[in-house]
């Protein structure tokens, strides 16, 4: 089997096995930080993996995003705020379990319920990638194009609280990425001269301005400063009965299910799931009135799912090229610096580096659990004690730095402030940047594919319509704008619109 | 936060996307089309045009859904004075290096979280940044991380 190859490739690597032991560890402290999403984690550290190997460097931030959606819910059930979105459904049960001092039992429910998630979803990426990628390497040029398209549609009707705001956002993505020279003829195009923008906008300042200068921005501009003041938590004891574990399995087993669903949907992402798992169990439970008094199930079922989506949302990614999360837009980035072509033919030219991948994958959730089940309570003593006056001034350095280091240019750094402040605006206006992100990854694989398209064709832009796989995504694009805006927005009091799609 | 705020953040951001896509629009190269070979302008005048229609569509709307003049958005004059101090720390950054500007940043981002950033507070801060930075180079005759020396020029052009 190939997996197995790529346990042997993992092992024979240990740069590689070192950075998946990192990454579980960094990943699940980030994640633990209020205020410090995996997503602005993995941007600040993308700089560091271009030194690396391809497999050390695809498999630290890859288990740095699973790592830190788990350790989303230290902070839930600690601080009751979600260290990540991914884990605000988690605060509901967690947090009023831990204030009966039942801390210890709420951080084991979390890490095996994640474990558990985790492993189910990364089952389906493992035997399921494969055989659609048998279809999809099939696909030419006008298809990919109708993908893309679909996915510029899909992302932008879906995530945020409007349709209109969601394809704004979408379409500044894919304007900001064409700002450079043009890929066919070499002509600089809306550089307005200035020969630093003639390479283009970075993919690492803009992450770090739009997930972390946004965030410091963000918490420095909401009245009275970032500090609340929460009673420490200092019981950390106690763990799951035999009892409790019989009633959560097949908890755990349905919200992994509905977890992977919605992970192989571009868009929607660990905190979406998170909250239909947990309203589909409170539905179905025989006491819905226990549910947010503090119970396991109530912690078992959102962390099953948010935690499920990681592995599922890797298969648009890998047999399609179209990254469904923020993570997998970043990871796509990294895959292009180490002149990996993404989509379906990755799974034969690329064949040991992905299922040495998958293994990462496995090796680093065992990793984060055995660190959550033993070490969980250490962590949140250490993190009741930092204060967020100076985490943030240091969170803002370390991202001043990255933006810096990427290409050495000082330009970066401009430009990173820049989106920090485009991004707090766009917060606070209710536009998405996971929307804008996706889209500035996406659009020039978009803009090739259109290109060669055309060239192929005699009919012009009606190949896109004469294709019949090609028409079938550009009318489910649409389907889903035109029913998005007929149903309109969801009510989801807790989630920030924003959060939505960030998939950490 | 309240909907007025949000849709006076809305309107401004709404303008500056209005005015953007025009300036990409008109900077974006030629459109042609030609036997299926596009000039490098036509994707992005396409996209610039639909961004240009949705943001006056969504100013708007946005316009229609305030019912108090309240136009300057809450939180933007902290905005602004973090992006002043960043500003000020790639200067500092291109004038002393990289250690001094992560100082200079540190006491002035802390001071503003702790709510006590003032003339004083700013003096101070800009004092013990030269003042490290001339212990690095002066005492040590180390070179900073980003390979920059003081250049006092700027400062005392004789």
């Known amino acids: 089997m190939a997996i197995i190859d790529g346990f042997q490739y993992l092992f024979s690597n240990p740069e590689a096995l070192f950075y998946v032991a990192l990454a579980a560890f960094l990943g699940t402290l980030v994640g633990a930080l209020p205020g410090l999403t995996a997503a602005a984690a993995i941007a600040m550290l993308l700089p560091l993996t271009f030194y690396l190997d391809p497999l050390p460097a695809l498999a630290f931030l890859y288990v740095m995003g699973k790592s830190g959606r788990f350790g989303g819910s230290i902070a839930a059930i600690i601080f009751n705020t979600p260290g990540t979105a991914a884990a605000a459904a988690t605060t509901l049960d967690g947090h009023p379990m831990a204030k009966q001092g039942k801390a210890g039992k709420a951080l084991k429910t979390a890490t095996l319920a994640s474990v558990f998630g985790d492993t189910f979803g990364e089952m389906i990426l493992i035997f399921g990638a494969v055989y659609i990628a048998m279809v999809t390497i099939k696909f030419g040029p006008p298809e990919y194009f109708a993908i893309h398209a679909m996915a510029f549609i899909v992302i932008g009707s879906v995530i945020g609280s409007s349709v209109v705001k969601g394809l704004i956002s979408s379409l500044f993505g894919i304007l900001v990425s064409l700002v450079g020279l043009d890929p066919i003829s070499g002509m600089e195009r809306m550089t307005f001269g200035m020969f630093e923008l003639s390479s283009g906008f970075g993919l690492v300042p803009v992450l770090i301005g739009l997930f972390v200068f946004t965030e410091v921005f963000d918490r420095l501009t909401q009245a009275g400063g970032p500090s609340a003041v929460v009673k420490p938590i200092t019981d950390f004891s106690g763990g799951l009965s035999k009892a409790e574990i019989k009633r959560c399995v097949p908890v755990a087993i349905r919200s992994s299910a509905l977890g992977s669903a919605i992970g192989l949907l571009p868009g929607l992402g660990s905190s979406v799931a998170c909250f239909v798992a947990y309203g589909e169990e409170k539905r179905r439970s025989k006491t819905p009135e226990k549910w947010g008094t503090g119970i396991v199930e109530g912690i078992a079922a959102p962390e099953s799912a948010n935690n499920a989506v990681s592995g599922p949302s890797m298969v648009p990614l890998l047999t399609l090229g179209i990254p469904g999360s923020t993570i997998a837009a970043i990871l796509v980035g990294v895959f292009t610096i180490h002149g990996i072509q993404i989509g379906p033919s990755i799974f034969t030219v690329n064949r040991e580096l992905i299922f040495g991948l998958f293994a990462a994958g496995l090796v680093g959730i065992a990793m984060y659990g055995l660190l959550g089940y033993f070490a969980a309570p250490l962590f949140a003593r250490v993190l009741q004690k930092i204060r967020p006056e100076v985490t943030y001034p240091l969170i803002f350095l370390i991202g001043f730095m990255s933006a810096y280091t990427a290409r050495s240019n000082p330009f970066d750094i401009g430009v990173a402030l820049a989106f920090g402040v485009i991004g707090l605006a766009m917060r606070r206006a209710g536009f998405s940047a996971p929307a804008f992100v996706i889209s500035f990854v996406l659009a020039k694989g978009a803009e090739e594919a259109f290109r060669q398209s055309l060239l192929l064709s005699d009919q012009g832009a009606l190949i896109f319509l004469t294709r019949p796989i090609a028409l079938s995504f550009l009318l489910v694009g649409l389907a889903v704008m035109i029913l998005r805006s007929w149903r309109g927005r969801p009510s989801r009091s807790i989630l920030k619109d924003d959060e939505m799609g960030e998939d950490a | ?158």
């Open chain 2, 1 to 158: 936060m309240n909907i007025n705020s949000n849709q006076a953040w809305s309107v401004w951001f709404s303008t500056f996307l209005l005015i953007a896509s025009v300036a990409l629009f008109m900077d974006a190269g030629s459109a042609s089309y030609s036997r299926g070979e596009l000039g490098s302008g036509f994707l992005p005048k396409i996209v610039a045009a639909s961004l240009f229609f949705l943001s006056a569509f969504n100013i708007v709307t946005a316009v229609r859904a305030t019912s108090q003049r309240q136009w300057l958005p809450p939180g933007y004059a902290m905005a602004l004075v973090v992006l002043l101090i960043g500003l000020l720390s790639i200067v500092a950054f291109r004038q002393l290096g990289m250690v001094s500007a992560l100082l200079f940043q540190f006491f002035m981002l802390f001071s503003l979280f702790e709510r006590k950033l003032s003339v004083k507070n700013l003096l101070i801060s800009i004092a013990v940044t030269f003042a490290i930075h001339g212990f690095f180079v002066g005492a040590l005759g180390v070179f900073e991380p980003a390979g920059r020396l003081i250049d006092l020029r700027w400062i005392a052009p004789w």
